[in-house]
T-cell receptor, first 115, second 116 residues
Framework: NAGVMQNPRHLVRRRGQEARLRCSPMKGHSHVYWYRQLPEEGLKFMVY????????ESGMPKERFSAEFPKEGPSILRIQQVVRGDSAAYFC?????????????FGPGTRLTVL | AQTVTQSQPEMSVQEAETVTLSCTYDTSESDYYLFWYKQPPSRQMILVIR??????QNATENRFSVNFQKAAKSFSLKISDSQLGDAAMYFCALEYSGAGSYQLTFGKGTKLSVIP
């Protein structure tokens, strides 16, 4: 059973460009979470999605950031018009459906660098 | 709102010795879950141990155990017989799922070094 997959592992963008980060959850997992880790910091929750639904986006910046988890295909975190402050590691996690306290399985992360 | 505090930015331990990492948290809820995650240099987050707040018994996983003090809102991690592979960042995290979201709130982490 493959783990959570994220691609690309490293992404370099110039200011003003768009960044698309992809996450394929573990087989059988229908819950996806996105977290951001700034240097020397812990992970900060961004958004929680189920298939075709955004459940909790309380950690998402109001502008430029969006996320989706379509019926088919990976979850996508999209950052429009990137700025240097968006440089961070972005982690995706997945869990089985509907169980409080379930382990969240993390992907290897995407390190975004904005030049 | 939930907060998690790790007051030790860095710790070191001699190989084969025991070390305890501290974590305190704040929540107004009575039903929640606590986790310790390990992040080695590869940056892959790995679950070390979890604790249900409604359970008084401290969780253990091989060389890893916790001291969960609910009244004090403290959740420390003890690593026994430390090994070189234990060197990593350790993050304490809290999940409150009462609002239908299972988001984790993380502390800032403790960097553990293991001295041969």
């Amino acid at each position: 059973n493959a783990g959570v997959m994220q691609n690309p592992r490293h992404l370099v963008r110039r200011r003003g460009q768009e960044a698309r980060l992809r996450c394929s959850p573990m087989k059988g997992h229908s819950h996806v979470y996105w977290y951001r880790q700034l240097p020397e910091e812990g992970l900060k929750f961004m958004v929680y999605l189920q298939k075709e639904n955004i459940i909790d986006e309380s950690g998402m910046p109001k502008e430029r950031f969006s996320a989706e988890f379509p019926k088919e295909g990976p979850s996508i975190l999209r950052i429009q018009q990137v700025v240097r402050g968006d440089s961070a590691a972005y982690f995706c996690a997945s869990s089985p459906p509907g169980k409080a306290g379930a382990e969240q399985f993390f992907g290897p992360g995407t390190r975004l660098t904005v030049l | 709102a939930q907060t998690v505090t790790q007051s030790q930015p860095e710790m070191s331990v001699q190989e084969a010795e025991t070390v305890t990492l501290s974590c305190t948290y704040d929540t107004s809820e009575s039903d929640y879950y606590l986790f310790w995650y390990k992040q080695p240099p590869s940056r892959q987050m790995i679950l070390v141990i979890r604790q249900e707040a409604y359970k008084q018994q401290n969780a253990t996983e091989n060389r890893f155990s916790v001291n969960f003090q609910k009244a004090a809102k403290s959740f420390s991690l003890k690593i026994s017989d430390s090994q070189l592979g234990d060197a990593a960042m350790y993050f304490c995290a809290l999940e409150y799922s009462g609002a239908g979201s299972y988001q984790l709130t993380f502390g800032k982490g403790t960097k553990l070094s293991v001295i041969p």
